[in-house]
C-alpha cells in the first residue's frame, strides 16, 4: 500500500502561480507515469497533466503553455507547476501514480487525497 503525499494547493489571484507535489514514499515498487487530475464542482474529473518515468509530458489543451509538468525519479515526486493562473483552473487536484509492486507481481494506479486550487479575484 502506498499513500501519496500531496501539497502545494492553494488560494491565488487571477494571473499568479502555483507549484503543486506529489511524493510516494518507499522503495519497494516502481513508479511508473505520473500525473495530475483535476475535478470541478459538477464537472467531471479530467486530466490535467502527465509524465511517463521517460519524461514524455502530456497536457489537456487548456493548461498548454502555463502549465508544467515535472519529475525527480530519485524521489518518486511529481511536480506541476501552474502560471498565469485562471478561475477556470479552479479545482481539487488529484495525484495520481502507476505503480508495480515486484512482491505481488501487482500494478495499478493510486491516487492521492487531492488538494484543493482556488483562483479567485
Known amino acids: 500500500q502506498v499513500q501519496l503525499v500531496e501539497s502545494g494547493g492553494g488560494l491565488v489571484q487571477p494571473g499568479g502561480s502555483l507549484r503543486l507535489s506529489c511524493a510516494a514514499p518507499g522503495s519497494s515498487f516502481t513508479v511508473y507515469t505520473m500525473g495530475w487530475y483535476r475535478q470541478a464542482p459538477g464537472k467531471q474529473r479530467e486530466l490535467a497533466a502527465t509524465i511517463t518515468s521517460g519524461g514524455r509530458t502530456n497536457y489537456v489543451d487548456s493548461v498548454k503553455g502555463r502549465f508544467t509538468i515535472s519529475r525527480d525519479n530519485a524521489k518518486n515526486t511529481v511536480y506541476l507547476q501552474m502560471n498565469s493562473l485562471r478561475p477556470g483552473d479552479t479545482a481539487v487536484y488529484y495525484c495520481?501514480?502507476?505503480?508495480?509492486?515486484?512482491?505481488?507481481?501487482?500494478?495499478?494506479?493510486?491516487w492521492g487525497r487531492g488538494t484543493q486550487v482556488t483562483v479567485s479575484s
Open positions: 495520481n501514480a502507476d505503480i508495480h509492486h515486484s512482491s505481488s507481481n501487482s500494478y495499478r494506479p493510486y
